[in-house]
């Protein structure tokens, strides 16, 4: 059973950083992405980020592009995205997602299975 868990959301000044880290667990293979997305009280799902965890190859939203970089640790199962920069409109619940096949994107819809999701909230 494919599982994902987020941690290290909370609460951090604006133009603070904050790391986030998605593990998995329950999957066997090797072609696959982790995207992470948002969701802000009242808004729609966006998408963030996203990684290939066979070739490292990385994506990101336009609002994520300077500010946000994605990592992987293949041994643990885990990916980390770092958020610097921080503004107030970066608070939201911030969920990681697993796409079996499809490669790195930032579609919600692409993805299969998803975390419970972590809090980051950026205020002062």
């Known amino acids: 059973q494919v599982q994902l868990v987020e941690s290290g959301g909370g609460l951090v000044q604006p133009g603070g950083s904050l790391r986030v880290s998605c593990v998995t667990s329950?999957?066997?293979?090797?072609?696959?992405?982790i995207g992470w997305f948002r969701q802000a009280p009242g808004k729609e799902r966006e998408g963030v980020s996203c990684?290939?965890?066979?070739?490292?190859?990385?994506g990101y939203a336009d609002s994520a592009k300077g500010r946000f970089t994605i990592t992987r640790d293949n041994d643990q199962k885990t990916v980390h995205l770092r958020m610097a920069s921080l503004k107030p409109e970066d608070t939201a619940v911030y969920y990681c997602?697993?796409?079996?096949?499809?490669?790195?994107?930032?579609?919600?819809?692409?993805?299969?299975?998803w975390g419970p999701g972590t809090q980051v909230t950026v205020s002062s």
């Open positions: 329950g999957i066997a293979l090797n072609y696959y992405a």
């Open positions: 990684i290939n965890m066979s070739d490292g190859g990385t």
């Open positions: 997602a697993l796409s079996v096949g499809l490669g790195c994107t930032t579609g919600a819809d692409d993805y299969e299975y």
